[in-house]
């Protein structure tokens, strides 16, 4: 119970054998892109949304309202 709700490193050896070396297996979480990332959570937000219509109209006003965002920060040229 002392390494409940803490992250771990779990190690799966086989005991008779010896190994080389350890092979690292990694999950979805380090394989998504940042961009799929943010996609992710925008879509749990929606599903959280009781007043928007549909997916792609919540979508494209998020996306906006972050590009908007960020041009504001840009240097006029």
Known sequence: ???VGKN???L???QDVTSP???EVR???DTKTPSKRLRDVLYVLWKQSEDVPDWDTFYRQKIEGLI???KLKL???
Do not use: A, W
């Open 75 to 77: 240097t006029p040229q």
């Open 8 to 10: 771990l490193t779990i």
């Open 1 to 3: 119970m002392d390494v």
């Open 27 to 29: 999950g979805e979480f």
């Open 21 to 23: 070396g350890l092979k």
């Open 68 to 70: 908007e965002k960020v």
């Open 12 to 14: 799966i050896q086989p």
